[in-house]
């Protein structure tokens, strides 16, 4: 009886040796930076195991395997899941049946064309950037939202969002619709109507204004400046559109091949705003002009001091004098 009683008392002790093993001994592989997989739509269980194997993120595949068949891990949700330092693998398993994911950052910022946009979404989110691009370049997507294809990107605000990994298109645009709403509601869609301009159009000058300012105490004045001549039909001759228009964001100096590129981005060809804008502006950018200075500028030119200011000027004899003293300084520079 007693041989019987301690054969049976090993027996427990294996056996919780072994639970212990499998479902609370820490099974994360050490990592100075913490771990995560992201799961796609429509992965099996295989696929996740695949995952974990080729990241290299347990210490014992096994374990996790045969701890996923006991507690019954069939239906995969897919998402972006971040490993702390000491989960075992029910904690882990807990996590991956749960769908507890956690959500990613997309900051969008310094987006300059809608291929970019797409392909930043793309790099974020489970979104195919082919399938987002196409999206952005379909006509009647973008007449729901009363834009076309060179005003869409208005519609999406620059700032840093939180989205679950595994976001599909429709939820995208519908999150960024409802934040747009948001936005222009109010106090902004009345500025904007006194000014006589739609929110895409107010955009539109937005990136304009962005695109010349280094220094944002800059940006109202420009803004300003751009109103002026919009207001007495005035061409913008803006030099940031004509970089634009010919795709040259390298370009360290306009020169007359980008003034005489045709195309309806042209400022200095085209009276009035260019069709779309030629980034998406900041938040800040679109305050400046909603919110601008009141002024009687007309010109504006980089200060020949090279301080990254502007001189402003209300006759166009003034602003030819500082031109020419920044052309000077250019050349001398021997920026071409």
């Not at 001549?229 to 040259?248: K, Y």
Request: glycine share 4%; aromatic share 12%; charged share 25%.
């Amino acid at each position: 009886m007693r041989k019987i009683l301690i054969a049976l008392l090993v027996v427990a002790i294996a056996a919780g040796a072994a639970g212990w093993w499998l479902f609370l001994k820490n099974n994360i592989t050490p990592s100075e930076s913490q771990p995560f997989v992201n799961i796609p739509t429509g992965s099996k269980v295989s696929d996740v195991l695949a995952l974990l194997r080729d990241k290299q993120i347990l210490q014992s595949i096994p374990s996790f395997e045969y701890a996923a068949r006991i507690k019954g891990y069939q239906t995969v949700k897919p998402g972006h899941y971040v490993f702390t330092r000491h989960m075992n693998n029910r904690e882990i398993l807990n996590m991956l049946q749960s769908g507890r994911q956690t959500p990613v950052k997309l900051v969008i910022y310094n987006i300059r064309t809608k291929e970019e946009f797409a392909g930043l979404v793309g790099r974020t989110l489970e979104i195919d950037s082919v399938a987002f691009l196409a999206k952005l370049n379909d006509p009647e997507f973008c007449k729901g939202y009363g834009l076309d294809t060179n005003t869409i990107l208005t519609h999406f605000l620059t700032d840093n969002y939180e989205f679950k990994w595994n976001t599909h298109i429709e939820g995208f645009t519908e999150r960024m619709d409802t934040y747009y709403d948001k936005y222009w509601q109010g106090a902004r869609m009345t500025k904007a109507a006194a000014l006589g301009y739609k929110p895409s159009e107010i955009i539109t000058l937005a990136s304009i204004v962005e695109k010349e300012c280094i220094f944002d105490k800059e940006l109202p004045t420009v803004a300003s400046v751009y109103l002026n001549r919009l207001r007495i039909n005035m061409p913008l001759q803006a030099d940031p559109t004509l970089v634009f228009a010919l795709r040259d964001f390298d370009a360290r100096r306009v020169t007359n091949r980008h003034k005489e590129y045709d195309s309806p981005y042209n400022t200095y060809k085209y009276p009035g705003l260019p069709p779309g804008p030629i980034c998406m502006p900041k938040k800040k950018s679109i305050e400046a002009v909603l919110n601008h200075d009141d002024t009687e500028f007309l010109y504006f030119c980089a200060n020949p001091d090279m301080s990254g200011y502007s001189v402003f000027s209300r006759t166009l004899d003034e602003q030819n004098k500082v031109a020419a003293l920044y052309r000077k300084k250019l050349d001398e520079m021997r920026v071409h």
